[in-house]
């Protein structure tokens, strides 16, 4: 079964930084594309970072300029490095991976809590 497994979420002061990591059991090498998403209490999931096979990336206008979304072939990992964390930023993180006709992936979510 494919899988994709995040982590890295955790308690942080506003300011601070915090690195996602989603680990894929297969190739990342086969997915169209990869992406972050979040879901804060009481909102709709909404998508943070993508990145395709050509390492082309977008970002949600909320997100520009503090985080950065990156992946590593050799390790089959996607990261996404947060900085200058906002209480707004607290949410359950997902990763999603497209495998084309292979399928599409959701990992089972981080949760990044960001308060002092």
């Known amino acids: 079964q494919m899988q994709l497994v995040e982590s890295g979420g955790g308690l942080v002061q506003p300011g601070g930084s915090l690195r996602l990591s989603c680990v894929a059991s297969?190739?990342?090498?086969?997915?169209?594309?990869m992406a972050w998403h979040r879901q804060a209490p009481g909102k709709e999931r909404e998508l943070v970072a993508t990145i395709n096979i050509e390492e082309r990336t977008n970002y949600a206008d909320s997100v520009k300029g503090r985080f950065t979304i990156s992946r590593d072939n050799a390790k089959n990992t996607v990261y996404l490095q947060m900085n200058s964390l906002k209480p707004e930023d607290t949410a359950v993180y997902y990763c999603?991976?497209?495998?084309?006709?292979?399928?599409?992936?959701w990992g089972q979510g981080t949760q990044v809590t960001v308060s002092s």
């Open positions: 297969r190739s990342i090498g086969s997915f169209y594309e």
């Open positions: 999603y991976g497209d495998r084309g006709s292979y399928g599409r992936y």
